[in-house]
């Protein structure tokens, strides 16, 4: 389960890179935003990793239910990217 977050990221930010190559004809170089950008995806999969771990280690199970809007945290995170 802590696998699906760092893939995910590493998955959209291929994705889009591989998009702009089709549509624009060429890859594209990261600028330094989208270099923080992928630091924040990076990011919100650590959060996600250690809120899993946590929940596996007090609960014995991973529950949305248990751990209430922070569940969600995740999502927040890389929304914005």
Do not use: D, K
């Amino acid at each position: 389960m802590a696998v699906w977050s760092p893939l995910w990221g590493i998955l959209a930010v291929l994705g889009v890179l591989v998009a702009a190559q089709l549509a624009l004809g060429a890859w594209l170089r990261p600028s330094p935003m989208a270099m923080g950008i992928a630091v924040g995806i990076g990011l919100s999969s650590v959060v996600n990793v250690v809120l899993q771990r946590w929940e596996m280690t007090r609960f014995g199970i991973t529950e949305p239910e248990l751990v209430g809007p922070t569940a969600g945290l995740f999502a927040v995170l890389i929304g914005p990217a």
